[in-house]
């Protein structure tokens, strides 16, 4: 299952080399969406650990993840279950304070040559 989510970066955690075959990044988005602050904890595997490289703590992005989730039969003979939201792709959201390089939109509509008015004023408006 795909979905995304626009926050603010919270914490951006190291690579941990899990094991020969597995390396992990740990990644935490504010979700201000609700009443209340959601702290979501995400992870990025493998070779996307490093899509992080570019993003600072605070920074606005849109992230793309997966849902996954995984049993686990302890040594105890317990079954433990795992929930991960395993990060795809991150964008850098623009933020209001940043100028645009572009020129404004004028928005100019029905400009026409009108009739003189009454006081002799030949101008247009």
């Known amino acids: 299952m795909s979905y995304k989510l626009s926050g603010?970066?919270?914490?951006?955690?190291e690579t941990v080399q899990v094991s020969d075959k597995f390396s992990k990044r740990d990644l935490v988005i504010?979700?201000?969406?609700?009443?209340?602050p959601q702290f979501l904890k995400m992870q990025l595997a493998q070779d996307k650990c490093g899509?992080?490289?570019?993003?600072?703590?605070?920074?606005?992005?849109?992230?793309?993840?997966?849902?996954?989730?995984?049993?686990?039969?302890?040594?105890?003979g317990e079954d433990v279950f795992f929930t991960t939201l395993d990060v795809w792709r991150i964008d850098k959201l623009s933020t209001n304070n940043q100028?645009?390089?572009?020129?404004?939109?004028?928005?100019?509509?029905?400009i026409s040559q009108s009739e003189p008015q009454e006081?002799?004023?030949?101008?247009?408006?």
């Open 8 to 13: 603010r970066i919270k914490l951006i955690g």
């Open 119 to 125: 006081d002799g004023d030949d101008l247009p408006f």
């Open 51 to 76: 899509l992080l490289d570019s993003y600072k703590v605070d920074d606005s992005v849109e992230v793309s993840f997966n849902l996954n989730g995984r049993l686990w039969t302890n040594p105890k």
């Open 30 to 36: 504010t979700d201000e969406s609700s009443m209340y």
């Open 99 to 110: 100028t645009s390089q572009e020129a404004p939109i004028v928005n100019v509509t029905n």
